[in-house]
């Protein structure tokens, strides 16, 4: 079960990710695309960080 949670969170995390990389092709919103991904990608991490803590 854990794996599983371990790979969904990955799944998770490269479709948020590939989508605004996708899009960010117009250089119009690069910037807002880099933001996002970095403000995503904390709390994506903080949020899986807290889910391992829970399970240990």
């Known amino acids: 079960m854990r794996r599983r ?3 969904f ?3 998770f995390i490269w479709a948020l990710l590939g989508i ?3 899009q ?3 250089q119009s919103i690069v910037l807002t695309v880099a933001l996002s991904i970095t ?3 904390a709390t994506l991490t903080i949020l899986f960080y807290q889910r ?3 399970y240990e």
């Open 5 to 7: 949670n371990i790979a």
């Open 9 to 11: 969170t990955l799944v």
């Open 20 to 22: 605004p990389v996708k």
């Open 24 to 26: 960010s092709t117009i």
């Open 39 to 41: 403000v995503l990608t």
């Open 52 to 54: 391992i803590k829970h």
